[in-house]
């Protein structure tokens, strides 16, 4: 198994971070536990390392392996675990990686994975997905400020400045002749001046996006304000001062990015003075410099100069407030044909969830992949006689009045007559978040506990503590509707709250839907079919499993295209009945093999 580069500690970059002068405490806190951790691993792999702290992660870039630094030229292969996994990786038969790393080594990271001609992509209906998110650039206030302290930031109560443009200074400064030394003084004051100067204007974009953002009334979702940036979301009168503010932003990154040029000038033509760690110095600079000039180009064509073939956004988190900025490619197929098709001898794309009205027209649609060959391999479980669907026929449909409060009814009777055993798979945390606070005292009284994603446990923790539970019940949004695998009597019954439809809203979807005639039909319910199956694939997961799956939307028969989502399905045994008969008919399917 090989990871993306930036997985893997860089040993010698570790040493130049704890050379730095006046660690903060964060950065004295990671620094310990990097020191601690070097002898004794083996991998050199961060998810070893125990960094629940944002800042902690943040600082993780500035001692991870680089491309742009760790060379052949400074760094040993004997030293370096990057270049060790991947030596490992050469001498393999079979490499195992990610989606992510698959399309880094097809971008701008290319030659990560050594050389292969045949490829098996397992998981296959993610790779839009995937390809769109390695590809999506994003940035915020945080991260940006970050970037520039990490160059220059005062040292409080002190004239001083600390970051890397001071290691510089102080390690230039140690080895130069004297009078070399007030021109060195001079630029790297002007240096930590505009990076000053940088980091007040980026908070006044932001601050100018953040009243952008709140003048808008559309586009918010349960989880986060999410604004795509069209023509008429740019008429909005705030969206002037966001120009204005970048146009200001704009000049000091450039002005930064000019500065380090000039630094990295100097720096080179010291190479006689013997400047430790002159050339990690010069790659750092480069480094640096090439990460600004990304970040500036990538802000200016989403605030400034649009393309028809990106997707550009705003997004507001709900939980801290924090304005981020994202650029996302509309189309992805062209990448595939281009890096993947073209360039290997033969692909494999695999998953239980590619086909839908039993066709894979929809996934060749989007990934350009008419020229290939299609074939379903029929599942060897016997869903009809193990898996009940079940109807309730009387409950109101979603987003109409008594929706929510027969579902949360119905969900009570059900679990408590059948002993918990329960997934139930929301499409948004809101409904989610209410249900729990309405079901959990009636369940409680039951000897029913109810398990909920987001409340603070991790993901691993939610479900061991489901499976090992006497009479439980889990509740999930849309990262539990896959991946979740409970064979057994475990799970025993799996509630769809509702049909997993994208939100409309969400700029992604929403200019993807624009590229089609008939976008909800072409678009949005293929897509929401992928996922319906991926949902329903979550009870039976070895021969001998037996359970229900409810469906507590009835659009699924009272729309015109609510059969499309259970012709997906296989051949099951389904039940369209009145809420009140479900709990007695799934306790006899599941406890006495019959309706």
């Known amino acids: 198994a090989l990871k993306g580069r930036s997985n893997y500690v860089c040993p010698r970059r570790v040493q130049m971070f ?10 004295l806190r990671l620094l310990a536990k990097l020191l601690t951790w070097l002898p004794s691993t083996t991998t050199g792999d961060r998810e070893e390392l125990f960094m629940p702290d944002y800042g902690e992660q943040a600082l993780w870039s500035q001692v991870a392996s680089d491309g742009n630094i760790c060379t052949s030229r400074y760094c040993t292969a004997e030293n370096c675990f990057y270049a060790r996994a991947r030596r490992a990786a050469e001498s393999a038969h079979v490499i195992i990686v990610n989606h992510a790393l698959l399309m880094a080594d097809i971008g701008v990271e290319s030659n990560i994975i050594p050389e292969y001609k045949y490829l098996i992509i397992d998981e296959a209906h993610h790779l839009e997905d995937n390809i769109t998110n390695q590809l999506t650039f994003s940035t915020d206030q945080k991260s940006l400020e970050q970037l520039l302290r990490e160059l220059s930031q005062p040292l409080r109560g002190s004239d001083r400045h600390v970051g890397f443009i001071h290691e510089i200074s102080r390690r230039a400064l140690a080895a130069i002749p004297n009078h070399l030394k007030g021109d060195v003084n001079d630029l790297i004051y002007k240096s930590q001046h505009i990076i000053d100067k940088s980091i007040g204007s980026t908070r006044q974009l932001f601050t100018a996006l953040a009243n952008f953002v709140n003048e808008i009334p559309s586009g918010r979702s349960p989880y986060n304000y999410k604004i795509r940036l069209t023509d008429d979301t740019r008429s909005q009168p705030a969206w002037s001062d966001v120009e204005v503010t970048w146009d200001n932003t704009n000049a000091g990154l450039s002005d930064v990015s000019r500065s380090l040029g000039i630094l990295y000038t100097m720096l080179t033509e010291m190479e006689a003075f013997d400047i430790p760690n002159w050339e990690e110095l010069l790659a750092n600079l480069a480094s640096y410099r090439s990460r600004i000039d990304e970040i500036r180009a990538n802000i200016n064509q989403i605030l400034t100069n649009p393309s028809r073939d990106r997707i550009l956004w705003v997004e507001q988190s709900i939980q801290n407030r924090v304005i981020s900025l994202h650029n996302a490619p509309l189309h992805v197929g062209h990448l595939v044909q281009e890096h993947l098709l073209k360039a290997k001898e033969a692909i494999i794309f695999t998953s239980a969830t590619m086909r839908t009205n039993n066709s894979f027209e929809y996934f060749q649609e ?8 299609g074939a379903a391999v029929g599942s060897p479980f016997d869903y009809e006689n193990n898996t009940l669907v079940y109807i309730p026929i009387d409950v109101p449909e979603p987003n109409t009045p008594g929706h929510q409060k027969v579902f949360e009814e119905g969900l009570v009777e059900l679990t408590k007559r059948i002993k918990g055993r329960t997934l139930v798979l929301f499409t948004a945390y809101s409904q989610l978040r ?28 939610i479900l061991e503590n489901f499976v090992t539970a006497d009479q439980a019940v889990l509740l999930g949004t849309r990262s539990f509707w896959e991946g979740v695998d409970i064979p ?3 799970l025993s019954c799996v509630v769809i709250a509702r049909i997993p439809f994208a939100v409309p809203s969400d700029p992604v979807v929403a200019a993807r839907s624009e590229t089609f ?23 039976i997961r070895q021969k001998d499993d037996r359970g229900v799956v409810v469906i507590f939307d009835k659009r699924v028969v009272s729309k015109s295209y609510g059969q499309a ?22 306790e006899n399917w599941i406890y006495h093999g019959g309706l």
Request: net charge negative; aromatic share 8%; hydrophobic share 35%.
């Open 565 to 586: 989502f259970l012709d997906s399905l296989p051949s099951v045994t389904e039940q369209r009945d009145a809420l009140a008969n479900l709990p007695s008919m799934a």
């Open 488 to 490: 057994g009597p475990a």
């Open 18 to 27: 704890q050379a730095k002068e006046n660690h903060s405490p964060t950065e």
């Open 517 to 539: 005639d008939e976008p909800f039909y072409q678009f949005s319910i293929p897509q929401a079919i992928l996922m319906f199956r991926q949902g329903f694939g979550r009870l």
């Open 434 to 461: 209410n249900s729990a606070r309405n079901i959990k005292g009636p369940l409680a009284e039951a000897g029913v506990v109810v398990y909920q994603q987001g409340d603070g446990s991790s993901r691993r923790q």
């Open 366 to 373: 989007r990934l350009d992949l008419w020229e290939a060959e």
